[in-house]
């Protein structure tokens, strides 16, 4: 059998006017945005993969960035 895979990109833009302190909290502070999403016509493999997955999503940004507000303090 043979599958076809389709590669799909998908970039948004979005502008704000707002002070960098702020954007950076917006990034490391789950409580100023939150965006989720789920797989859509998945398989059960697929979905299965997204659940076991989901935790370190929740995790949220860290590393690099737990650093840069260690240094911008």
């Known amino acids: 059998m043979t599958m ?3 590669e799909c990109e998908l970039v948004i ?3 704000f006017d707002v002070p960098r302190e702020l954007v950076f909290k917006t990034w ?3 409580k ?3 965006l989720r999403g789920v ?6 493999e697929e979905g299965k993969t997204f659940k076991e ?3 370190s999503m ?3 940004l860290g590393g690099p960035f737990d650093q840069l507000d ?3 303090a």
């Open 13 to 15: 833009t979005l502008t």
């Open 39 to 44: 797989p859509i016509h998945a398989s059960e």
């Open 32 to 34: 100023h945005f939150t």
């Open 53 to 55: 997955g989901f935790e």
């Open 28 to 30: 490391t502070e789950p």
């Open 4 to 6: 076809n895979a389709v």
């Open 70 to 72: 260690d240094y911008m």
């Open 58 to 60: 929740k995790q949220g």
